[in-house]
């Protein structure tokens, strides 16, 4: 199999997943868009090192959010030329629903946010999320339930029981 | 205890997975591979204007294209009879076009049917040469409809865009049948195959599979009339 087909069996295999992890992350489908796209084109140039990583999707998802952060400075500047030429709005396709839980998480603290998009979307576990975002599981576990319960209070609707209810993660 | 949240996030996932709109793999490869060159130029998103829009997902026809083409003569026959949604329409100089092929005739060469997602490509004598399905403006970014008028052809395009922040993409299209008047361009995209005659994919731009979008480009002349209904 050549590296090409190689490549685009993985990207097309992960891409739809990652990004999605990112909207969630990020909050808005235009920047994750374009920073997974990013970050799968660096994947490419180092393919022969990705390729053998034990996780490539991880190191992509991580390269996303990475560029994503490091872009945030230039956002301010960089929000005129955006609603000038950039998309025309925010999470076009998406239910309420949907974009009243991407909203929600947008206003949990980041690192939480990290945390509960590894964990319930991305389907890693404690010790994967530590790993990725390079904290100790003991740190993650916290973030995981302090982001559940703001997240809960910030959904804050009446009839969604629990929302004082300790989770446990495992 | 099982939890609201806990449905919400999981089926949130899957939304999100639905909605995300991805670019074919040889993009993204050929992206890696431009920044493999050390010297990453930063395009100027105003160097981008007809650029930045279908396949980068950004834009729509909403703004319109041709300022950068100044100078020149304004081609003959250049009657808009586009309608609203094609609005305004300066009509663009023919900088790019060859001279002495404006022999536009009166009727339409290609009419396309954004509903049908058909093509269908007449020559001079009315007769219906080729039927192509196409895909055209996805709902929100509705194809602009009316008469236009083929402004120019490239064998190939570069679009651009910086709306990454750090780095600028830099893609190539192939096969691209420009109209004027704020008209869509015809080109071949690939990386929506699938969806040709069936479905409503681009920002508004009329994508084709490449053999077509190649047959389209051999067989249209500057000035030639496209009618899109």
């Given at each position: 199999m050549t590296p090409e087909r190689d490549f685009d069996e993985f990207y097309l295999g992960s891409v739809r997943k990652v990004t999605a992890q990112l909207v969630a992350m990020l909050g808005d489908q235009g920047e994750a868009e374009d920073a997974v796209q990013e970050a799968y084109a660096r994947a490419w140039q180092r393919w022969d090192s990705v390729s053998r990583m034990d996780d490539p999707v991880s190191w992509v998802r991580v390269v996303a959010y990475r560029i994503k952060v490091s872009s945030w400075r230039a956002a301010v500047r960089r929000t005129v030329a955006h609603r000038r030429h950039g998309p025309p709005a925010d999470l076009p396709d998406l239910s309420p629903d949907t974009v009243a839980l991407v909203a929600a998480l947008r206003r949990i603290p980041e690192t939480q946010r990290r945390a509960i998009v590894l964990y319930h979307l991305a389907g890693l576990t404690v010790e994967q999320v530590a790993a990725e975002v390079g904290a100790p599981a003991g740190t993650v576990k916290a973030r995981l339930s302090r982001g559940r319960a703001a997240l809960a209070q910030v959904l804050g609707?009446?009839?969604?029981?629990?929302?004082?209810g300790r989770h446990s993660y495992a | 205890m099982h939890d609201v949240i806990d449905e919400r996030l999981a089926r949130l996932g899957g939304s999100l997975e639905a909605a995300a709109e991805v670019r074919p793999p040889t993009l993204v490869r050929s992206r890696g591979e431009e920044i493999r060159?050390?010297?990453r130029r930063r395009v100027m998103a105003v160097t981008a204007t007809s650029a930045a829009v279908a396949i980068l997902g950004v834009g729509s026809l909403a703004f319109r294209t041709g300022s950068g083409h100044r100078g020149g003569t304004i081609s003959p026959?250049?009657?808009?009879?586009?309608s609203a949604s094609a609005a305004?329409?300066?009509?663009?100089?023919?900088?790019t076009t060859p001279s002495g092929?404006?022999?536009?005739?009166?009727?339409?060469v290609v009419v396309i049917d954004v509903k049908q997602d058909t093509m269908r490509v007449y020559d001079k004598s009315g007769q219906i040469v080729k039927t192509v399905p196409v895909t055209a403006g996805k709902p929100g970014y509705p194809s602009p409809v009316g008469v236009f008028t083929v402004k120019a052809k490239q064998r190939q395009a570069t679009v651009s865009s910086n709306t990454i922040g750090i780095d600028s993409y830099s893609l190539r299209i192939d096969w691209v049948v420009e109209l004027d008047a704020g008209g869509p361009w015809l080109y071949a995209?690939?990386?929506?195959?699938?969806?040709?005659?069936k479905e409503n994919r681009t920002h508004g731009h009329i994508g084709m599979n490449t053999e077509s979008a190649q047959w389209l480009y051999d067989h249209v002349a500057v000035g030639d009339r496209v009618q899109i209904q």
């Open positions: 609707e009446p009839g969604v029981d629990g929302v004082k | 060159s050390a010297h026959g250049v009657s808009v009879s586009s305004v329409a300066a009509p663009s100089s023919g900088a092929s404006t022999t536009a005739s009166a009727e339409p995209m690939p990386f929506f195959d699938g969806t040709f005659g």
